[in-house]
């Protein structure tokens, strides 16, 4: 599991603003999937929109509480759900088996559905698009910047290299990659091979590894990680003011 249960996501270091309005909806995918999605508006905007990518677990409390940080940084942001072809759009709780769903989930199904979400952010708030997703949703964060959505930039945290997949080499908008240390589930030499991959196709990223720190280290509850968190968040706060 990629947060305990208890676990909450960091304040960003930087806070414009409140929330204005936040709550849960259901979104329609092309190819008639629905699925569970959360939104978080900012009463002072930054200009951009941030659609987030949750871990193994799919949409969670956890990742309702980030995009309420991410709105008070100033930024529209939409959570979006893996899991509505498997277990549909109804209330779950932590007893809910991610690995069994994440096993039936492919990547067209993650590509449709995140353009789905993005199409409604835009249509919320017209601006810069970015991905900022976590482990599982870190690699699809990245492998969306090669979909063909429009991204500004895609940001991810320890999301293992094999969900990229064929878009691994393709053109992408620029990626950040904010990296465990002492990640488990992904080992540095594999990484060293994605971004040698990077490297020959020509993609445009930027790479930061949190010496010593865990997969998931980016919650509130590590109270040893939270100057890791705090520098993860400037980072993310400069690569979306750039774009």
Not at 36 to 55: C, E, F, H, I, K
Request: with cysteine; charged share 20%.
């Amino acid at each position: 599991m990629c947060h305990d249960i208890d676990s909450r996501p960091p304040a960003a270091p930087v806070v414009t603003g409140k929330v204005a309005e936040h709550g849960s909806l259901e979104l329609g995918a092309t190819d008639g999937n629905r699925f569970q999605a959360y939104r978080a508006a900012p009463t002072v905007p930054n200009g951009s929109n941030v659609l987030l990518m949750p871990d193994v677990r799919g949409f969670h409390p956890f990742y309702a509480s980030l995009a309420h940080r991410f709105a008070e940084a100033g930024f529209h942001t939409l959570v979006m759900d893996y899991y509505g072809r498997s277990a549909g759009t109804g209330p779950r709780d932590d007893t809910f088996d991610g690995y069994a769903h994440m096993a039936l989930l492919e990547p067209q199904h993650v590509e449709t559905d995140a353009a789905a979400a993005a199409g409604t952010l835009r249509a919320w708030h017209p601006g810069p698009l970015f991905t900022v997703g976590f482990c599982l949703g870190g690699a699809y964060s990245w492998r969306l910047a090669a979909a063909g959505l429009g991204l500004a930039g895609a940001v991810g945290f320890y999301g293992p290299p094999r969900f990229l997949g064929d878009r691994t080499s393709e053109p992408s908008a620029p990626l950040l990659m904010l990296l465990a240390g002492d990640d488990v589930a992904t080992t540095p030499e594999e990484y060293a091979a994605l971004t040698a991959e990077f490297d020959r196709s020509g993609k445009t990223y930027e790479g930061h590894v949190y010496d010593g720190a865990p997969h998931s280290f980016f919650d509130a509850s590590y109270e040893q990680w939270q100057e890791a968190c705090t520098d993860a968040w400037h980072r993310i706060l400069t690569f979306t003011s750039h774009r």
